[in-house]
């Protein structure tokens, strides 16, 4: 397999995405991987493993430049790296950047997978029970009942195949647990989804997203992004009230001594970074999507994702999978 | 002071709910309470100070009840609380039963303060700055633009009387700090609160809530029961996560032994029965909403909130206020 790795994406680029990427290629010796950066991060990598081949980009999209820009920079990290693809110089981009740009050239250049309005981002959401999946976290802040519905075909396919599970449970994320409970978009959704043949569990609230029981949950990408965010911040927050707290005086520093050990357990079983990153859901290629802050763990991860979704040939699962529930 | 208390209304009735109005008696011992139950309830009471009444009710609206049954159920405690306020046989409502029913019994009776579309619940949330006001948190699952700028009006009140900041930082719950970040709804309502002459700070996320860099936080009510769930989750979540791993071995058992006080500091600093309830905003009375899990502290600081709403006068200034600003 052949990844190529937007090293000018994130929040610590080039560093840590170099980082990740050299870890990649001692992991997965027999593959490889291409490099896209501008000159001086690519001048500064030092000496590269036989699997290891640079890829000269003259432009970069910024973080929060707008996306429509996509389009004039044409030599972009991003957009040569999801062009290699498309032209069959590599299998798989994984990028940290702007996830806006991301999806931008791989809908521009992959296409979409018929059957398919518009693209989603999925993530591997840690809960008490395993990671699980939740999409849209955020490509599309406005949806309509029937995308919902196309996310539920897609979150389950994902499940499957990523995730291993037979029969994977699709819960839609709403304001309540009944049925009638909800916006007029997930009461909509909800009347579609249990059309489906999917093992539709209905509705679960925010309360429900750490317990962890369901194994996908749909949301439009306004409200999924809001609910991964209030996580992360819930999170961050805790630990630093419990530091402060923690700190206070002797006996207490010694009691956060003893239990470093736990905490440690905790950070990693809510660490998206094990994770490494997610597939773009509903495009003609693979395109792996990190999280902003990823760190060269991450970046290693979501190597292991995209060789994980060549392997067992993702697109075309969701393909069929769209196309078969088309039929019914 | 005459505060009406529905006694049938939350998880935890009547039994907490009593025990807190029993307490908010001694607290409040130159105020009147008025217990509204069924006939059992009220028989199970005993003795009473004198300070509280007992009204019966033959009704009670159950906590999942479609909300269109308030006007078959005139006989139901919420409805007769908040009937009493209406006719002058009382003060203020608390209830920590159906918020729906409650909301609804508010609206028909007491009507709507002139220039609200609709009314929204407000609740105060635990930040690592303190308590700040976030509204809407279910009320209204779907909004237009004019409600969220109506929304950030009432809570820039409820922050001036209630949290007495006297410019409070309005800012608008979105899927990223950038102006230009935030779906049809926010991006719209964005351009109408900048247009006020409230102290409007602009975007916030979901991982900037508890952080609490803003005094009042608005977003429509299907988005923030997703956000103030989420972090109720998340705590909770956490919690179960570090007692698992912190009863391992006998070192950590030591450790969170010495750490105790440290984590029950934490559980205060994030107990929504701090707080109590929150007034339903926009609506011609003081009617005092408690979370459904209410216990007895919660109602106990409910009827404070409730005194304190009458004292400040609260219907009058949001009144005033958001009359002013249509003059404008």
Redesign the interface.
């Known amino acids: 397999m052949r990844v190529a790795i937007d090293i000018m994406g994130g929040d610590k680029a080039p560093k840590e995405i170099v980082l990740g990427g050299l870890q990649a290629a001692k992991r997965f010796a027999g593959d490889q991987l291409i490099f896209i950066g501008q000159k001086p991060a690519l001048a500064a990598i030092g000496q590269l493993p036989d699997n290891i081949s640079l890829v000269e980009a003259k432009d970069v999209m910024a973080m929060?430049e707008?996306v429509t820009n996509i389009m004039r920079k044409k030599e972009s990290s991003i957009w040569i790296a999801t062009k290699m693809v498309k032209e069959g110089q590599a299998d798989a981009v994984v990028s940290a950047g702007s996830t806006a740009a991301q999806m931008a050239a791989a809908t521009l250049q992959f296409g979409r997978i018929k059957g398919i309005s518009r693209p989603a981002i999925g993530t591997i959401f840690p809960?008490?029970q395993g990671g699980k999946v939740l999409l849209d976290i955020?490509a599309n802040?406005?949806c309509e009942p029937e995308m919902l519905r196309q996310f539920a075909l897609m979150g389950n396919v994902y499940a499957q195949l990523l995730l291993g599970i037979a029969s994977p449970r699709i819960a839609l994320?709403?304001?309540?647990t009944?049925s009638?409970k909800?916006?007029?978009l997930?009461l909509a959704a909800y009347q579609l989804i249990e059309q489906t043949n999917l093992n539709f569990i209905g509705n679960k609230?925010?309360?429900?997203?750490?317990?962890g029981e369901y194994d996908v949950i749909v949301c439009?990408?306004?409200?999924g992004?809001?609910?991964?965010?209030?996580?992360?911040?819930?999170?961050?927050?805790?630990m630093?009230?419990?530091k402060g707290?923690?700190t206070?005086n002797v006996?207490?520093k010694?009691?956060?001594?003893?239990?470093m050990?736990?905490?440690k357990?905790?950070k990693q079983?809510?660490d998206y970074e094990e994770y490494g990153g997610a597939p773009l859901l509903g495009v003609r290629g693979v395109s792996i999507v990190c999280h902003g802050a990823s760190s060269a763990k991450a970046i290693n991860n979501a190597v292991a994702v995209a060789i994980d979704c060549l392997k067992n040939d993702f697109v075309s699962h969701l393909t069929t999978a769209v196309a078969d529930e088309k039929e019914q």
């Open positions: 929060d707008s809960t008490l955020g802040a406005d994320l709403s304001n309540g009944e009638h909800g916006n007029k997930t609230e925010g309360r429900d997203l750490l317990s439009d990408g306004f409200s992004n809001i609910a991964l965010k209030s996580t992360e911040g819930c999170f961050s927050a805790l630093t009230m419990l707290s923690l206070k006996s207490r010694i009691g956060a001594a003893l239990i050990p736990a905490f357990e905790l079983m809510v």
